[in-house]
């Protein structure tokens, strides 16, 4: 957008016609103690020339994913984007298109979301989908607070193999709550341990939280923690990585009631860490405590089909104390994104895509396993990403990795289950056998040229 300045004449013109006298006329509501009485310290002007210079030169020094090979994961993914989804969902009535306050009016955008939901419930195996969740992350503690609710108990456990991003999310959310947070701790394998879950388990446990794969890409035992969690009265709550449910069983399958996840993968760039696509699903059961919107189709009374904000449960729709939301925003347009991706894939697609990132996984496994230095800590299957263990700390690999235009993955330092020489890579479908090579090769040249310590 250009920067037109304004001439001094032009003040006095806007000046006039406002019925001001001067530019600080404006600001006399403001107390004098908080005004600015000096002129800012600012250089002298430039041309737009030297402006656009300036800021091209800038913006020459960052260096995307276009430009590095990235193992980056935890929960955003460098994924294949196909053009058509730029080419459609960049259309101007998509663009302009907000949130549908008149529903009767918004046929095309209330259509988009009512899709999104189908494929969220035909992916989850749930009764019942919503939209405009923010991230995964917040999805996850908008679901503990509807299980908390609908079990009528404080207490949430969260697994040590949780995202750690989205652990601390909800320690947030719970603490205005005054909800207390139970950590199950992981076993030696890398994944929750069914003891220590089945011990914390009291009777004020209203919710318990499962990722699988969890935040180590590791497939935890979902049916021995589904069958320690049905003994009691609690809600089990999914966090998913949706590409996965092309190979595992869906959360309806092991008996989550409601399931959260990240969509990013499909088809929405990284973009910096956002904006993302959170997701919701859940039984039927549970489905008046949705929060967000619930999109049905109907028909008039004419016998045509339309669409209708089915459920909206934010406060500003209906009485404060009823509400069970304050989400604002409506992620529609990532929300189309990821609609438009999943149609073009089609049901053979998904499996094939879940494939491809199966097949890469597996060859990075063989291409790191016999690299001296490194060692694979956890044996159990895994999906999109893996846990190496190298013989110096990540953090100094990841420094290594990005002289060479690498993006080696993430220092599991600071993460629970994790030691400062764990390194989490992941390998999606974009990524080739030349680059997985590569990451190998700069693991051997690590090793070699560096001493242990």
């Known amino acids: 957008m250009p920067y037109v300045p304004h001439t001094p004449e032009d003040i006095q013109a806007m000046l006039k016609v406002i019925?001001?006298?001067?530019?600080?006329?404006?600001?006399?509501?403001?107390?004098?103690?908080?005004?600015?009485?000096?002129?800012?310290?600012?250089?002298?002007g430039l041309c737009e020339e030297e402006v656009l210079w300036y800021f091209q030169k800038a913006a020459g020094q960052n260096q995307g994913q276009s430009q590095l090979t990235s193992f980056l994961g935890g929960g955003v993914y460098d994924c294949a984007i196909p053009a058509a989804i730029d080419a459609l969902t960049g259309r101007s009535e998509f663009l302009t298109a907000y949130t549908p306050y008149q529903p009767e009016v918004s046929q095309g955008t209330?259509?988009?979301?009512?899709?999104?939901?189908?494929?969220?419930?035909?992916?989850?195996?749930?009764?019942v989908a919503n939209a405009s969740m923010y991230d995964g992350a917040t999805a996850l503690g908008e679901a503990v607070l509807m299980a908390l609710a609908a079990s009528r108990k404080n207490t949430v456990v969260l697994p040590d193999t949780l995202n750690p991003r989205y652990r601390r999310v909800v320690a947030t959310m719970m603490r205005g709550e005054g909800v207390k947070v139970l950590i199950a701790k992981a076993s030696d394998n890398g994944t929750t341990d069914p003891d220590s879950l089945k011990n914390i388990m009291t009777d004020d446990v209203g919710c318990v939280v499962?990722?699988?794969?969890?935040?180590?890409?590791l497939i935890e035992q979902v049916d021995t923690l589904s069958a320690i969690v049905k003994n009691t009265k609690a809600v089990l709550v999914a966090a998913v990585n949706p590409v996965s449910l092309s190979l595992l069983k869906t959360p309806a399958e092991y008996g989550a009631q409601i399931t959260v996840g990240e969509?990013?993968?499909?088809?929405i760039p990284t973009s910096w860490g956002g904006p993302l696509l959170g997701f919701m699903s859940c039984t039927d059961k549970l489905k008046r405590r949705l929060p967000g919107r619930v999109v049905g189709a109907t028909t008039d009374n004419r016998g045509n089909s339309g669409y209708v904000l089915t459920l909206q449960t934010r406060e500003q729709h209906i009485r404060r104390e009823k509400a069970t939301s304050n989400i604002c925003s409506n992620q529609g347009l990532n929300a189309l994104r990821a609609t438009v991706y999943l149609a073009m894939l089609g049901k053979e697609g998904f499996q094939e895509l879940g494939q491809a990132n199966q097949i890469r996984i597996n060859a990075l496994r063989r291409a790191v396993e016999n690299v001296d230095g490194v060692e694979l800590p956890y044996e159990g299957p895994v999906f999109n990403e893996m846990v190496i263990r190298l013989g110096k700390p990540a953090a100094q690999f990841i420094d290594f990795a990005r002289e060479n235009n690498v993006l080696a993955g993430i220092d599991l330092k600071n993460f629970p289950v994790g030691t400062e020489n764990d390194l989490l890579v992941a390998v999606t479908e974009k990524r080739t056998a030349e680059e997985i090579n590569q990451l190998a090769d700069l693991l051997a040249s690590f090793h070699s040229t560096a001493e242990v310590k």
Do not use: H
Request: proline share 7%; charged share 25%.
């Open 19 to 44: 019925g001001a006298n001067s530019v600080d006329d404006l600001f006399s509501d403001l107390p004098e103690n908080v005004r600015l009485k000096e002129k800012l310290d600012l250089p002298d």
């Open 110 to 127: 209330l259509q988009a979301i009512y899709e999104w939901q189908t494929f969220i419930c035909r992916l989850t195996g749930m009764d």
């Open 210 to 217: 499962i990722q699988n794969p969890n935040y180590l890409g």
């Open 263 to 267: 969509a990013q993968p499909f088809g």
